[in-house]
């Protein structure tokens, strides 16, 4: 089963911008999506963005204009750029990958925005 590997967050502004990376060993077959998922304190972890492996990407209505999921090949490697943020963007974000043979999660990274 495929590691993940999240990276990217730490403490910013409200308004500044941060981006989330996602790094998964080997490589994927029949991929259903990729996406990235929050928990704030004292909620339920929600979903943020999904990436699918046509290529259609789907974000949760609070990030829509703001948040962009990606992929690169390349590197192995999902992105979540994440720009404007709002304090009530603070959260542990973890990355998601789901095929039609297993899902894994990545261990999360936390985003703390405030002034």
């Known amino acids: 089963q495929v590691q993940l590997a999240e990276s990217g967050g730490g403490l910013v502004q409200p308004g500044g911008s941060l981006r989330l990376s996602c790094t998964y060993s080997?490589?994927?077959?029949?991929?259903?999506?990729m996406g990235w998922y929050r928990q704030a304190p004292g909620k339920q972890r929600e979903l943020v963005a999904t990436?699918?492996?046509?290529?259609?990407?789907n974000y949760v209505d609070s990030v829509k204009g703001r948040f962009t999921i990606s992929r690169d090949n390349s590197k192995n490697t999902v992105y979540l750029q994440m720009n404007s943020l709002k304090p009530e963007d603070t959260a542990v974000y973890y990355c998601?990958?789901?095929?039609?043979?297993?899902?894994?999660w990545g261990q999360g990274t936390l985003v703390t925005v405030s002034s």
């Open positions: 080997g490589s994927i077959f029949s991929l259903n999506a």
């Open positions: 990436l699918t492996g046509s290529g259609f990407t």
């Open positions: 998601n990958i789901k095929t039609r043979l297993w899902d894994a």
